[in-house]
């Protein structure tokens, strides 16, 4: 590292979640350097680059993980990039924030966490729910035992709305949407692993596109080694705002968290009453969006391993998976049980 006080990061991926995690690491993490941007698409590095002052803009990734001066990485590309980019990064020496999912097989999965515990890297994995102040808060009640044995479990995510649905992949709501609920379950439920998975899902907000695989709507069923049960339910035309909430009730208590309005007024005239809610999780989950890049450039600062990890995007990843194949079969499936998604034509038929 050139210094405590400034440790140099790279940005791959300079599209709308990127941009918002370069904006972070160049203006509101103290002790913190943009110091590079890698994307493929032409222009994009350097155009935020500029916006940001940052002094260097790759086009070839390679390129960017090749700069003596990069410490560590911020991986926010498309999805199905993420292990192999975890791994380069990796093998390259550079500590690794990936957003979520970090693979889309357990095979990828394991790779990635291999590489990073070869070159003795730090490896942390998007999952922001985690800290956010409510849900945080809700973690430390559960872990101090203030609401006994954790019984019934729920967390759900409801996008406002389903923006072109052509270019979203077979599996999404699981892989990418629901895999956040899948890793807030887990925290929630501390000391406990899901064994098994029931889902139901189909295409009720864009039928038009079921043929495509594109699932909008599904619950989830997941029952854990200590008996709790819990379920997570995604949709992607929530009209009112960007809703993201769950509920942990326990021997000795209930917790609830989230909330989509953007303040605690509520108004009230001959329409009833109204509440402005959050459309955008950027402004819904922008104080943790913040807060998870301190933990990671943190904990490579202080050579630690991050509270969040690949362990658990693999573990989020196995549920996911279990789901995608309970909707394949019809079925509960054991967690663990399916390595990688079915063929999408699998989704089609089986509906």
């Not at 990485?73 to 020496?93: D, F, N, Q, W």
């Not at 097989?105 to 490896?123: G, H, N, W, Y």
Request: charged letters at 20%; glycine letters at 8%.
């Amino acid at each position: 590292m050139t210094s405590l006080q400034s440790l140099a990061v790279g940005l791959i991926g300079a599209g709308r979640m990127g941009s918002f995690h370069a904006e972070a690491l160049a203006r509101r993490l103290p002790g913190v350097r943009l110091a590079a941007i890698a994307d493929p698409a032409p222009g994009a590095a350097q155009a935020l680059a500029a916006r940001l002052d940052c002094s260097k803009a790759y086009a070839e990734i390679g390129d960017l993980l090749a700069d003596p001066e990069i410490e560590a990485v911020v991986i926010v590309t498309p999805a199905r990039s993420h292990a192999g980019l975890v791994e380069a990064a990796a093998r390259a020496g550079k500590a690794v924030f990936c957003e979520k999912p970090m693979a889309i097989t357990l095979d990828e999965a394991d790779r990635a966490i291999a590489a990073a515990r070869e070159a003795d890297v730090a490896l942390q994995v998007g999952f922001n729910r985690r800290f956010d102040p409510g849900f945080h808060a809700a973690h430390e009640k559960i872990t101090a035992g203030d609401v006994g044995t954790p019984q019934l479990l729920r967390s759900l995510t409801r996008d406002p709305k389903l923006h072109d649905p052509s270019r979203i992949p077979p599996w999404t709501i699981f892989l990418e949407t629901l895999i956040h609920d899948f890793d807030l379950l887990r925290h929630l439920n501390p000391g406990s692993e899901p064994v098994e998975v029931f889902a139901m899902a189909d295409a009720v907000v864009r039928p038009d596109f079921k043929d495509q695989g594109l699932l909008d709507t599904a619950v989830v069923t997941i029952r854990f080694d200590n008996g709790a049960i819990a379920t997570a339910e995604a949709n992607f035309q929530a009209v009112y705002g960007y809703d993201v909430r769950a509920e942990v009730l326990g021997s000795n208590g209930m917790l609830t968290m989230g909330d989509l309005r953007r303040t605690h007024l509520t108004a009230y005239g001959p329409a009833g009453a109204a509440a402005e809610c959050v459309t955008y999780d950027q402004d819904l989950f922008r104080t943790a969006y913040v807060a998870e890049l301190a933990e990671f450039t943190d904990s490579v600062r202080d050579k630690r391993t991050p509270s969040v990890t690949g362990e658990d995007a693999r573990a989020a990843l196995g549920i996911a998976l279990a789901a995608i194949g309970s909707i394949a079969t019809g079925g509960a499936v054991r967690v663990g049980a399916l390595r990688e998604s079915p063929a999408a034509v699998q989704l089609v038929s089986s509906h």
